[in-house]
């Protein structure tokens, strides 16, 4: 593949993405983001037998517009089954409510973790719904989609409101901790921070001044033929492939 040959841009990571929503208890037909409660983004690696429950602050996905926005968000849980995180996603025990039916489907595609010089971006392209309509639109789910992802420090402050609230840390083992050294934020080279429970993450939709506090270079970059070539390989594996579903759920 010709983005895996080239030492500019280096594929990471690919597999299955799921968008979710969780309405509010009271709000089965939610009219709005205020409406919402929680909005999701579900990693399923290929070929591995994990699922990635990540949930993304601001209750949608971060857009371009004034110099690119920043989203705050967390790993909520890694399950092995998506039964497992449907059940963690809805806030519901085991026994009760069993059909998972406050949790809805928002989006289902192909992602990529990629490595571009000193940065990671994550790139999707959506397989359904066909037709993105008001909900993709109030979640900012494009067809395809690309934004820059770092992981923070745990030991490092976080700015008021935004955060998790208690100091319970991700489990991280002796070599990734070692990546931080004294830095606020690193880049998710290693896609296995991902797979800790509370790793706190921040996703970038274009570029702007965050750059020298997370100590990567988020200078705009012209595209170039090897980024061309991440969505041309998602576009590929989309038609080659139907996802299976998480979970059964109604398109809204």
Known sequence: MATERRSKVHVLERGDLFFLYRPNRDRYEPGGLLDIRRFYMV????????????????KKLPGFDDGGQRH?????????TPEELRQAAAGIPSLIDSEGE???????GVYALVLHGNHTHLAYVLELPLIPGEVQEAFNIKPEGRFVIAVKNPEA?????VGLEDERQPDFP???WARFGDRRWVSVDQPEFLDYERAELVLIGGRDDLGEDLGIDLKAHPEDEETA?????????????????LFKGVWE
């Open 43 to 58: 990693l399923h690696p290929q070929g591995q037998g994990r699922f990635r429950l990540i949930a993304i602050g601001k």
């Open 72 to 80: 705050w968000g967390f790993v909520d849980g890694v399950f092995r």
């Open 102 to 108: 406050n949790l809805r489907p928002a989006g289902e």
């Open 157 to 161: 402050t976080s700015p008021p409101g």
């Open 174 to 176: 002796r070599e990734l």
């Open 229 to 245: 070539e991440i969505f041309r390989v998602l576009h590929m594996e989309k038609s080659e492939r139907t996802i299976k579903p």
